[in-house]
């Protein structure tokens, strides 16, 4: 049996961006998150920032993982796409529940 991590939202109020997630099955360690700007909305086409949350992320159960963004905007039009685990270093029972797109709050 392998641990699940589930990406279930990501999304701005305009100034802090909020990643919400769940740990399934089994407790992990700790596991990076990273931002990527994306040209075609599904393509991991420039990572912008990583940010690990710290010693209890990995813990069963759903997380929020706020914070504010600390990159430099592109000069392309591009969307937001937040990825937990975003190398696979957590081996999991689904890899492809690990990304979403922005969404405005």
């Known amino acids: 049996r392998l641990p699940e991590i589930a990406l279930t939202s990501f999304a701005s109020d305009g100034g802090q961006l909020a990643i919400h997630y769940t740990v399934s099955q089994l407790e992990t360690a700790s596991f990076p998150v990273a931002l990527y700007a994306s040209y075609d909305?599904?393509?991991?086409?420039?990572?912008?920032?990583?940010?690990?949350?710290?010693?209890?992320?990995?813990?069963?159960?759903?997380?929020?993982?706020?914070?504010?963004?600390?990159?430099?905007?592109l000069a392309e039009d591009y969307s937001l796409l937040a990825v937990v685990d975003p190398t696979d270093e957590i081996a999991e029972s689904d890899e492809t529940n690990n990304q979403a797109g922005m969404t405005e709050k």
């Open 41 to 73: 909305g599904v393509s991991r086409d420039v990572l912008l920032q990583t940010v690990v949350a710290g010693p209890d992320m990995g813990t069963l159960g759903d997380h929020a993982l706020n914070f504010t963004p600390a990159f430099a905007d």
